[in-house]
């Protein structure tokens, strides 16, 4: 054991995410059209009508210390009515760019705290974007709430309108550890929540952990394990915190000797893989885990599992709307985003424009490339695009796949490479090596978190 953490932490280095392909640092946003972005909307359209739909709702009453999220911090509730306003505008405004009424298949409210808002508005929103739209057969609306913010109330509501997964913030049950992150919550109240949820038709839970958080030790990472076990959600998202303090101030709030070291950080990770897999969960990709009935593990295991801005997903609709500010949209590789802070996004909502700030049109090196990366991260399987890449490029992919061999991150099946327990682990190791961009003009100080 002491080997592979070891391997862990010989490989731990600031890397990206690939929730994209480029990655947010790397595109081309002058020479960025919206227009042509949009085009790509509507030939896809043209040929299938299916939308998925990402709406950012960027409210909290409180600030929770280690998010790196798009965030307002208020208590004042008068800003939810001009909020929702400008996000169904925003949709109408889409609406008009459409060649065809939209399928819509995923729902997905994030932010933020989206049960900032009231159940009323947040029926209003999605009434507002559903109304006449057709729903595809197996369309999913899905939230991410607060169990502090989040009442019978919403949850009646949500489920009227269709809502059948909820994905419920914890982070750590460790009261020292709840302290320092400014997010105190206790198990009561999220057990409560979840069990309400599923008595009102909810039938995926999902939670979110993150391990090597300040004050953060294996015992609490054991607590909260415990805790888990009792709630027994159908996934759990499993995230390394990311340190990244010249993004989000909020972060200078600890310093980094309050953080765990590399190696206790890889400690917790194991630890809590291990006993999730007691339980009998199965490890998704590469911080994921997911019961054997739930269909992000069929995603996994037949090899459909996707990957999108908001992570690890079941959704395979290559069109993704953003609504809201902040937003990303994703049409077939083509990204826009919106303005971020939210008086600009409005502003541009009140002007009759889509609040688009900037954006990436792909290229076919930019499309195959993409295609491997998320092969590496969705399926853990490495084939080499030989003959498009330079043989400066390919020299260094072969290194590293030596190394790899030799540190047992990938290994031979099949006459095929595949990732092995440890390289599932660092995925993000893995895919870095095709990426061209970061080949060829490297990393800048403070681009991306560490990688595991």
Same mark, same amino acid.
């Given at each position: 054991?002491?080997?592979?953490?070891?391997?862990?932490?010989?490989?731990?280095?600031?890397?990206?995410?690939?929730?994209?392909?480029?990655?947010?640092?790397?595109?081309?946003?002058?020479?960025?059209?919206?227009?042509?972005?949009?085009?790509?909307?509507?030939? =896809?359209?043209?040929?299938?009508?299916?939308? *998925?739909?990402?709406?950012?709702?960027?409210?909290?009453?409180?600030?929770? &210390?280690?998010?790196?999220?798009?965030?307002?911090?208020?208590?004042?509730?008068?800003?939810?009515?001009?909020?929702?306003?400008?996000?169904?505008?925003?949709?109408?405004?889409?609406?008009?760019?459409?060649?065809? !009424?939209?399928?819509?298949?995923?729902?997905?409210?994030?932010?933020?705290?989206?049960?900032?808002?009231?159940?009323?508005?947040?029926?209003?929103?999605?009434?507002?974007?559903?109304?006449?739209?057709?729903?595809?057969?197996?369309?999913?609306?899905?939230?991410?709430?607060? @169990?502090?913010?989040?009442? +019978?109330?919403?949850?009646?509501?949500?489920?009227?309108?269709?809502?059948? $997964?909820? =994905?419920?913030?914890?982070?750590?049950?460790?009261? $020292?550890?709840?302290?320092?992150?400014?997010?105190?919550?206790?198990?009561?109240? &999220?057990?409560?929540?979840?069990?309400?949820?599923?008595?009102?038709?909810?039938?995926?839970?999902?939670?979110?952990?993150? +391990?090597?958080?300040?004050?953060?030790?294996?015992?609490?990472?054991?607590?909260?394990?415990?805790?888990?076990?009792?709630?027994?959600?159908?996934?759990?998202?499993?995230?390394?915190?990311?340190?990244?303090?010249?993004?989000?101030?909020?972060?200078?709030?600890?310093?980094?000797?309050?953080? @765990?070291?590399? $190696?206790?950080?890889? #400690?917790?990770?194991?630890?809590?893989?291990?006993?999730?897999?007691?339980?009998?969960?199965?490890?998704?990709?590469?911080?994921?885990?997911?019961?054997?009935?739930?269909?992000?593990?069929?995603?996994?295991?037949? #090899? *459909?599992?996707?990957?999108?801005?908001?992570?690890?997903?079941?959704?395979?609709? !290559?069109?993704?709307?953003?609504?809201?500010? *902040?937003?990303?949209?994703?049409?077939?590789?083509? +990204?826009?985003?919106?303005?971020?802070?939210?008086?600009?996004?409005?502003?541009?909502?009140?002007?009759?424009?889509?609040?688009?700030?900037?954006?990436?049109? =792909?290229?076919?090196?930019?499309?195959?490339?993409?295609?491997?990366?998320?092969?590496?991260?969705?399926?853990?399987?490495?084939?080499? !695009?030989?003959?498009?890449?330079?043989?400066?490029?390919?020299?260094?992919?072969? =290194? #590293?796949?030596? #190394?790899?061999?030799?540190?047992?991150?990938?290994?031979?099946?099949?006459?095929?490479?595949?990732? &092995?327990?440890?390289?599932?682990?660092?995925?993000?190791?893995?895919?870095?090596?095709?990426?061209?961009?970061?080949?060829?003009?490297?990393?800048?100080?403070?681009?991306?978190?560490?990688?595991?």
């Amino acid at each position: 054991m002491s080997l592979f953490i070891d391997t862990i932490i010989k490989y731990e280095r600031p890397l990206p995410r690939y929730t994209s392909y480029p990655t947010v640092p790397f595109w081309d946003v002058e020479h960025f059209d919206a227009e042509k972005a949009l085009g790509m909307l509507k030939r =896809s359209m043209l040929t299938k009508p299916d939308v *998925s739909i990402y709406i950012h709702l960027p409210y909290c009453e409180s600030l929770c &210390t280690f998010c790196g999220c798009n965030r307002r911090i208020t208590k004042n509730h008068a800003v939810e009515q001009p909020y929702i306003d400008a996000v169904l505008e925003e949709w109408r405004l889409y609406l008009l760019k459409m060649p065809q !009424p939209p399928v819509i298949t995923h729902i997905h409210l994030g932010g933020g705290t989206p049960t900032f808002f009231s159940p009323s508005e947040l029926k209003r929103l999605i009434d507002g974007i559903v109304r006449r739209h057709k729903l595809s057969p197996n369309y999913e609306f899905s939230i991410e709430v607060h @169990p502090n913010t989040c009442t +019978y109330e919403h949850i009646d509501v949500l489920s009227d309108l269709g809502f059948r $997964r909820i =994905s419920v913030g914890i982070q750590d049950f460790d009261p $020292r550890v709840q302290f320092i992150i400014n997010r105190n919550q206790t198990f009561e109240k &999220t057990q409560d929540i979840i069990e309400y949820a599923r008595s009102k038709g909810f039938t995926g839970v999902n939670v979110d952990l993150v +391990y090597g958080l300040p004050m953060q030790t294996l015992d609490s990472v054991a607590l909260t394990m415990d805790k888990i076990a009792k709630l027994k959600p159908d996934r759990i998202a499993y995230y390394a915190y990311a340190h990244v303090p010249w993004k989000s101030k909020a972060q200078r709030r600890y310093t980094e000797a309050d953080l @765990p070291s590399a $190696r206790e950080k890889i #400690q917790m990770f194991l630890l809590a893989r291990d006993r999730l897999q007691q339980l009998g969960y199965e490890q998704i990709a590469m911080d994921h885990f997911a019961l054997p009935n739930d269909s992000m593990t069929k995603a996994w295991r037949d #090899q *459909s599992l996707h990957r999108n801005f908001m992570g690890y997903t079941t959704d395979l609709t !290559p069109l993704l709307i953003g609504l809201g500010a *902040s937003s990303i949209s994703d049409f077939n590789g083509n +990204y826009t985003q919106n303005y971020k802070e939210v008086e600009k996004y409005l502003d541009e909502i009140k002007a009759g424009k889509l609040p688009i700030e900037r954006g990436h049109l =792909s290229s076919e090196m930019d499309n195959l490339i993409r295609a491997h990366i998320m092969q590496v991260m969705c399926e853990g399987k490495v084939k080499i !695009p030989a003959n498009a890449l330079s043989g400066e490029h390919f020299e260094f992919i072969d =290194s #590293q796949i030596k #190394q790899f061999l030799t540190d047992g991150i990938l290994t031979w099946e099949n006459e095929s490479l595949q990732v &092995t327990e440890l390289g599932q682990i660092l995925l993000r190791n893995v895919a870095s090596i095709f990426d061209t961009y970061l080949f060829y003009r490297g990393l800048t100080e403070k681009m991306f978190s560490k990688s595991v």
